[in-house]
């Protein structure tokens, strides 16, 4: 994975919940993967990481639309995200307070649109 995408409407649906709660926001990203044991197969959460909505907001790299779909999706650097052992501790400092007082002042911008207008004029 070169970078992490997400629909922009899911963006949106992030962002409602934290305006409504003002609370710290996490995406959790798992990777899983078919672990195949005959007669059958499964599947089986391998890795796991986490980053927070304000964190999003400067990982945040463009929008484009998908490959095959009609939809825009926001593009994240994948580094941007933590190792999920990191979580807790995070929880328990002092960055967590930091980051519900700034909620409730500021809701983060998790995507910009590109300006179409500007585009357009130079075509």
């Not at 710290?24 to 796991?48: G, I, M």
């Not at 484009?64 to 941007?80: G, V």
């Not at 995507?111 to 004029?121: F, Q, T």
């Amino acid at each position: 994975m070169s970078a992490f995408q997400l629909d922009v409407s899911d963006c949106d649906d992030i962002l409602s919940f934290v305006k409504e709660l003002k609370i710290p926001s996490y995406l959790f990203h798992v990777q899983v993967v078919e672990q195949y044991s005959p007669p059958t197969f499964r599947k089986v959460a391998v890795n796991a990481w986490w980053i927070s909505v304000i964190d999003m907001e400067t990982a945040f790299r463009e929008v484009r639309i998908r490959q095959r779909e009609q939809r825009p999706a926001a593009y994240y650097r994948k580094t941007a995200f933590k190792p999920l052992e990191s979580f807790m501790t995070h929880v328990k400092s002092s960055e967590f307070e930091s980051m519900r007082k700034a909620l409730e002042t500021r809701r983060p911008q998790l995507y910009k649109l590109p300006n179409l207008s500007k585009s357009r004029k130079a075509t």
